[in-house]
């Protein structure tokens, strides 16, 4: 039987992991890089709501002391939230940061697939420094069409 | 295309496998009951050490000043480069259509409002829930949401807020450095702890949080003002 104290535990932990899992997936399994960025920041919430759980205290209160007369009840770890404070922070500056380097990527390339992309930085290399592009048997069809239409 | 690969399958198999080793982590992990060595003595002698109410705020630019200091600088340098990435980019000729009634009366009536809560919070940071982080996002809206109705020209509005953010970055370093002149540590509070939860308490903690307001709300207004002019094709 479940306690109630053990379903909650589970909803909590559940919910941080779960959101790494699926910011992991997305990582792996995605190849639009906005999308990528997506599952980044849901792998980032995840990992910022594990860290906040590690300082939360049953019957715990936010860490603001009402008086100091007072004794105070159980407090949370206010440590934790200052350091999810900070990676919250940083986070907002990667993420801005990436988003202009794909939007930089997009106006170069015209287009968002990390396999075209790749395939497209790899053919940009090879002309730049004048070697033959060997082009890979994965290279997508959109690629190989208009190199056709560039003989053509 | 086909969408299923055996990349996108071994990526699930990758994923369903660390779920699995999550959860046998999580059921073992002590729910409420984490150790919490530091945090008991901040919570103890937080507010005899620094005057603050909000121990996070201790936390954050007391105890760890130094750190805020340099989640400050990767900010600043995150936004510098998105400036320098986007100075390349062709500005785009007319970003947005200019905003319709119905935006830009409420853009105008949320303005001073937005201005009005972002103070509040970044003021009180030391006594209740909130900061200059979180303060800052919301001037950050305030500074932005003109931008929604109608197009200004990039370069007055930005050295407005460039401005703004490099005195506030400055007098964070200003204070820091007081209290290393006046020997003590670099970005210790001083000025005194004050009456306990009035405004004016806390010694330097919300002169500091003044200034880390400001310069998040800046620094972030700045960052979206240049993706929003940045041609998008």
Sequence with gaps: ?152 | MNRWSLANFSALIFALGLAVLLFAVSVQLPLANAPMLVGNSIIAQGVADTGAANLVTAVVLAYRGLDTLGELSILFAAAGVVGLLLTGAKAAQSPLPAGGFVVSSAVHLLTPLLFVVGFYIIFHGHLTPGGGFQGGVILAMAFFLPYLVDYKPLQQEHQRLTLIESVAGGSFIVIGLFSLFSGQAFLQPFLGHGAFGNLWSAGTLPLLYIAVGLKVGSELSSLLINLLHAEDE
């Design chain 1, 1 to 152: 039987m479940v306690s109630d104290a053990q379903a909650v535990q589970w909803l909590l932990y559940g919910g941080a992991f779960g959101l790494v899992v699926i910011g992991v997936f997305g990582l792996l399994a995605l190849n639009n890089a906005f999308r990528l960025l997506l599952a980044l920041i849901i792998l980032e919430s995840g990992a910022n709501l594990l860290l906040v759980l590690s300082g939360f205290r049953e019957q715990g209160m936010a860490p603001i002391i009402l008086s100091t007369q007072a004794q105070a009840g159980i407090m949370n770890d206010p440590v934790p939230q200052a350091l999810v404070l900070t990676a919250i922070v940083i986070g907002v500056g990667v993420q801005a940061l990436a988003l202009t380097l794909i939007l930089r990527v997009k106006q170069r390339y015209q287009t968002l697939d990390m396999r075209q992309i790749k395939a497209l930085m790899e053919k940009d290399i090879s002309e730049q420094h004048q070697v033959a592009h060997l082009s890979s048997y994965e290279s997508p069809a959109q690629i190989s069409a208009g190199r056709e239409s560039d003989k053509a």
